[in-house]
């Protein structure tokens, strides 16, 4: 793969910033503190606030602001997407599903609450999420509407939940090449998608327009070749630095696309998705901070 010595400094301070904007959004929508619902409240913060990139968030600030738009507009629907990805790693973290301990360094939901309050927290953040999403006073009705509809099929049996029983069924058994694309693309790539679609919205680009389009190939590509990154880390990862255990696709029987690549080929093909996914963007004035995203998410060690 080709070598990049690429100064990430302006990326991680714009990304630094985006996220305490997001972290502050999201904390603004706990109201006053209820004893009765306090425990299910206190799962859902441990995870949504747990320390990250906040790299959905921040797509769709970024692109919201390439297309000429005010990002406080984008805001709420940056909350909203960061809850769907909370609720989804709560869930995909439980003894049903990937039966993980460690999440970003720090003990599971479902080890610090136990495994029903961990599901209701991420019942709640999934359901929560619509709500913010759809009292977005900043954007016309219209856009807001168009933003919902595409939270939710991302995150539904179309989006994240078919992705997820997709890798289900296929553990056991080695799923060939077109079915494991298409579920990354389901279970990772759906929610970074709607990440780009829903920036686009708050600064009012409709779903036909080309600015539309050229964001979404941008975020097809980089969806893809974080996946292809992830598996590359399952195997050679150090797992102090990614904050959780490595080698549980092979130890889950799971496909990855090591299962048909070398590790050597798999980030020659994940180097092609991010070239093809920076020249989408890259005629538009603003846009290096995304192009740095796909650099960075490409040669990422966490």
Known sequence: MQKMNKNFDGLFSSMKKAASLVEEYLVSTFSEEDKDTKSVEDSMKYSLLAPGKRIRPYLALEICKLFGGDIKGALPFAAAL???????????????????????????????????????????????????????????????????????????????????????????????????????????????????????????????????????????????????????????????LLGKPIGSDAENEKSTFLSYMSIEEAEKYAFSLTKEAKNAISSYKGSENLIALADYLLIRET
């Open 82 to 240: 960061e809850m769907i990805h909370a609720f989804s790693l709560i869930h995909d973290d439980l003894p049903s599903m990937d039966n993980d301990s460690l999440r970003r360094g720090k003990p599971t939901n479902h080890i610090v609450f136990g495994e029903a309050t961990a599901l209701l927290a991420g019942d709640a953040l999934a359901l929560k999420a619509f709500g913010v999403a759809a009292s977005n006073p900043y954007v016309d009705s219209k856009f807001t509407l168009l933003a919902v509809i595409a939270l939710s099929d991302a995150a539904a049996e179309r989006g994240m939940v078919g992705g997820q029983i997709m890798d289900i069924e296929g553990e056991k058994r080695k799923l060939c090449t077109e079915d494991l694309k298409k579920l990354q693309s389901l279970k990772t790539g759906a929610l970074i998608e709607a990440s780009v679609k829903l920036g686009a919205y708050a600064a009012g680009v409709p779903d036909d327009d080309k600015r539309m389009k050229d964001a979404l190939c941008y975020a097809k590509g980089i969806g893809l070749a974080f996946q292809i990154k992830d598996d590359i880390l399952d195997v050679t990862g150090d797992e102090k």
